[in-house]
């Protein structure tokens, strides 16, 4: 007979400190994306599988056929994929997890990918034309905003995310509802590697350009020393009885070593980038913490 | 399946409690993790599993603690019908010494329930009653090794028909072992088995001893007895041992009729044993045909006699005589020379003490001055002289014809008088006894010169009766030897029945307990291995 658990609570993800600290986070990004390539990257985000060709880039694994100029290959002998970029679309897509177990970790995990969503929502509508928040789940689950100025209404949009599960396929269904799918990112603990496989894939072919976001927290990476623990899988209740100790706290070490493998692995099988991003003082957030996601979007 | 002490089986209320303490530990920390999924292949890789309750693992300490309790209350397996319990009366009296050959019934008895006994299942308590003269009760153990069980001997008191009809109840059975001698009615419940005694049998029944102690007269009365098949039994009666003379004496019974033989016998002087044996021809039962009397050597006295130089050789002819008389020996006095009984004639000698008690008990004194400070007048011609009917020393003797020139007044210790001077009403005695208890002294108003008392035929008489007197009787003792009971007599008067086999013993009690211990102990074991 298990013993009934309380889920741990996220309240108020953006605090005063957070959000006094957002608007010199997005100023940043001039900075950050000042370079040529980190220019080109970004215009690559805004291709689309629609609009104006704007020219070729290597042909990659997982590209939509569809794309490939056959032209190119008769003439050079090498595959190019057709770059189209959408006129007034120009917009970012963001799946943030609701699932339950993204409550896990200390602090939880969904804080950090409720700031780490803002951000890159911020970024998105400081630099593009809109952002799309992707939550399965929600009562809203695909909502669209455009412009800077409607930053505060996405941190409450974002601050209103009730926790749900659903799978990742179901997810990715919704990410592609959208009429033209561009950059993607998803922002997820990605547990279960194998369940994202077929999303990840699913959406590289239908041509978006997904990276994934790992919000870490201590626990990914350093396992409790001792004790004897109630291990809580919020997600599906299941609980284990486990007395720690040092030969089972490095084989855990090593089996999260593994998860993190094949979390890469399945992004690198997609053609896609995983990026982890440690949240730093939750309460006390320095902008040092969050340089790294304005780094990496910009490239 | 019944149970000794049932009251343990309230242990297990327990088993709630050791319900709630099979429950593994719970862990107060609690951890949200997403990687369940990992701890659990972490613990895979280490093969430990997660302490957690198992129904088995309970079920297997549960059933550990009832087979425990079962245990406690020590449970059994009752017993089959029939007897647990086996009491052996055996027959002991004296008839069944009859032997066969060399052998007695008893003994053959004893060796006939040996095998039995072994046969007997070990759950049966078995008690053996030795019945006839000592009652022995031996149990267990020393019941089936039949320990110490004695000699047949005595008379069968105990009632084996009642005995065998009290001890008979469904759990216990009685085996009555006898020869029905001395009984009119054998035991009809239990088992019974019969020994064979009967046959002639010759009995000494009383035996009485006439003892002339320290004189060498022995008288026995010998009251006889025998049974047989014939009306008319020839025996004989054989005395020898301690006596000079051994004597043999044919004597012709009837059956079942007592008769009483007297023999006059001469001990020896160094005493011994006097075997005094009845035979019969055929007698199956030899131990109540004799019978040996323990006696005593004759006291074979030192005699010594003292006499002034007016005394004539009467004392120590009356010495010498005496001696030859006893199997004594006549000694000079002298110091450190034991006496046994001292004669003396005249003269003073020093043995009343101040108090007026005597000093030496064994003395004859002829007209002896006892005391320094005695002053004896002479007494010429006491006359007449008469003499105690009664008294030991003078019962039956004949003194008319005592003539006594002269006598001495002062001289007598006080004691009691057998011969005196009659003056008118009055007796003057002439002779006292001193009684010292056991031994005595005698003392005369005269010297044997000084009358025909040497001259006289009942002197020697006087004399022994006198030494008799003077010795006692302390050490005369002969045991008179035990009879045997008059049902043991008559072989054949016996109480007959066919013999009774045992009945078949119940299956005996199964103590279950080591095998309910053995469950729980599995139970436990196969708990240990089982996660």
């Known amino acids: 007979m298990s013993r009934p658990f309380q889920l741990p609570e996220v309240s108020e993800p953006f605090s005063a400190e957070f959000r006094s600290l957002l608007p010199a986070l997005l100023a940043t990004r001039g900075k950050v994306g000042a370079g040529r390539i980190e220019r080109l990257r970004a215009r690559r985000t805004v291709l689309s599988q629609s609009g104006t060709f704007v020219g070729h880039r290597q042909y990659e694994r997982g590209d939509d056929l569809r794309h490939i100029d056959w032209s190119a290959y008769a003439r050079t002998g090498e595959l190019f994929t057709k770059q189209l970029e959408d006129d007034d679309r120009r917009a970012v897509t963001v799946m943030i997890d609701l699932s339950p177990s993204m409550l896990a970790g200390t602090p939880p995990r969904r804080l950090a990918a409720l700031r780490l969503a803002a951000v890159l929502g911020g970024l998105a509508l400081a630099r593009l034309d809109a952002v799309s928040i992707v939550a399965p789940g929600a009562s809203n689950p695909n909502q669209r905003f455009t412009g800077i100025g409607q930053l505060p209404r996405l941190l409450h949009h974002l601050e209103e995310l009730p926790v749900a599960t659903e799978t990742p396929n179901a997810a990715a269904a919704l990410a592609l509802q959208a009429e033209a799918v561009g950059r993607v990112h998803w922002i997820s603990d990605f547990a279960v590697p194998p369940d994202f496989r077929l999303a990840t894939l699913s959406l590289r072919r239908r041509g978006a350009r997904l990276t994934g976001w790992l919000p870490a927290v201590p626990e990914d990476e350093s396992p409790p020393t001792g004790g004897y623990l109630r291990v809580i899988d919020p997600e599906t209740e299941q609980e284990l009885s486990v007395p720690v100790d040092r030969s089972l706290r490095d084989e855990l070490h090593r089996q999260l070593m593994l998860l993190q493998r094949q979390q890469r692995r399945m992004f690198a099988e997609a053609g896609c980038q995983l990026w982890r991003w440690e949240q730093g003082d939750a309460a006390q957030p320095r902008l040092s913490d969050y340089l790294p996601i304005v780094s990496l979007c910009a490239r | ?531």
């Open chain 2, 1 to 531: 399946m019944n149970l000794t002490e049932p009251q343990y089986l309230w242990a297990l209320l327990l088993l709630p409690l050791l319900w709630w303490l099979s429950q593994p530990p719970k862990p107060r920390k609690q951890v949200v993790s997403a990687h369940l999924a990992q701890w659990q292949l972490a613990m895979r890789a280490l093969r430990r599993k997660p302490p957690r309750g198992s129904w088995l693992r309970f079920a297997l300490l549960a059933l550990a603690l009832i087979a425990a309790c079962i245990a406690a209350a020590r449970p059994f397996q009752p017993a089959g019908q029939g007897p647990t319990k086996l009491v052996v009366l055996l027959d002991a009296s004296a008839s069944m010494a009859v032997t066969n050959g060399d052998q007695s019934a008893f003994a053959r008895a004893v060796e006939q329930l040996r095998p039995d006994l072994d046969a007997v299942p070990e759950h049966v308590d078995v008690t053996v009653l030795r019945c006839g003269g000592d009652l022995l009760r031996r149990y267990g153990v020393a019941a089936r090794e039949l320990q110490d069980l004695g000699e047949p001997a005595g008379s069968l008191d105990a009632d084996l028909v009642q005995l065998a009809r009290e001890l008979t109840t469904s759990e216990c059975v009685a085996w009555t072992v006898t020869d029905g001698q001395g009984q009119t009615q054998l035991p009809e419940v239990g088992a019974l088995t019969m020994l064979d005694t009967a046959g002639p049998n010759g009995v000494i029944t009383a035996v009485r001893i006439v003892d002339a102690w320290p004189l060498p007269t022995l008288q026995l009365e010998l009251d006889i007895e025998a049974h047989g098949s014939s009306q008319q039994i020839d025996a004989s009666l054989h005395v020898q041992g301690a006596v000079l003379q051994p004597q043999t004496m044919r004597v012709e019974l009837q059956r079942g009729r007592m008769q009483t033989h007297r023999l006059s016998l001469q001990r020896s002087k160094n005493g011994g044993n006097l075997t005094i044996e009845l035979r019969v021809a055929g007698d199956r039962l030899q131990v109540d045909n004799w019978h040996t009397l323990r006696v005593p050597p004759l006291p074979a006295p030192r005699v010594a006699a003292l006499a002034d130089g007016d005394a004539g050789p009467f004392v120590s002819a009356a010495a010498g005589a005496l001696a030859e008389e006893v199997g004594g020996e006549v000694v000079t006095m002298a110091d450190g020379v034991a006496v046994g009984l001292l004669l003396v004639d005249g003269g003073f000698v020093a043995l009343q003490k101040e108090n007026g008690e005597l000093e030496k008990r064994r003395v004859l004194t002829f007209g002896t001055r006892l005391s320094q400070d005695a002053e004896p007048q002479p007494w010429l011609l006491p006359s007449p002289v008469d003499w105690s009917r009664t008294s030991d020393l003078t019962r039956g003797l004949d003194l008319s014809e005592l003539r006594i020139q002269r006598a001495w007044q002062n001289l007598l210790p006080a004691g009691e008088p057998f011969v005196w001077w009659v003056d008118g009403n009055r007796k003057v005695p002439l002779g006292v006894v001193v009684d010292h208890g056991e031994t005595a002294s005698v003392h005369l108003a005269f010297r044997l010169e000084d009358s025909n008392l040497p001259l006289l035929p009942a002197f020697p008489q006087l004399l022994r009766r006198a030494f008799v007197r003077s010795y006692g009787k302390a050490q005369t003792s002969i045991a008179t030897p035990l009879v045997p009971p008059p049902g043991e007599r008559d072989l054949m008067a016996r109480a007959e029945a066919d013999d009774r086999p045992l009945p078949a013993f119940a299956d005996p009690e199964v103590v279950l307990t080591r095998w309910f211990v053995a469950v729980g102990l599995l139970a436990l074991a196969f708990r240990a291995f089982v996660r």
